[in-house]
């Protein structure tokens, strides 16, 4: 079993690979802990490096593109380098676009239909689409509480919208 950890700072990466964890995934890909690289640099875990412009409360105000294909794909690869330089090895590297951070639906779209794009920078790509709100538009739900409304009703037992339902 290969566990996995979602974190952009450097102590929670640490304890996590003491405790097993082989993979990191920071969606920050080193912007919000400068101390990322150095933790990873000696391990030999994976490290997902995942598009980022700015924390949550802000992510929405950075999503303006003139190219959205060529920008998160120069973003991407500008940190991938930083992350080398930093140590750690091009093989342990795994890219991620960042559908829904700092992008609209129809960036995300974009990216996933250039992902080819990013397999040129030649590296594994990981590209987490789960409970997106660009996904919920495509359904129908508006926004992102009716897309949780959803999958609450969906776990609870109760007919679900989006797949029908019921579930245990």
Known sequence: MVVSVDTMRADVAREAIAAGARIVNDVSGGLADPGMFATLAPTDVDYVVMHWRDHSARMQEQARYADVVAEVTAELGARRDAAVAGGIGSERIILDPGLGFSKTAEHNWQLLRRLDR?????????????????????LGAVNRTTATGRRRRCRSGRPCTMCGGPHP
Do not use: D, I, P, Y
């Open 118 to 138: 990013f397999q040129e920078l030649g590296h594994r790509l990981l590209v987490g689409a789960s409970r997106k709100a660009f996904l919920g538009h495509l």
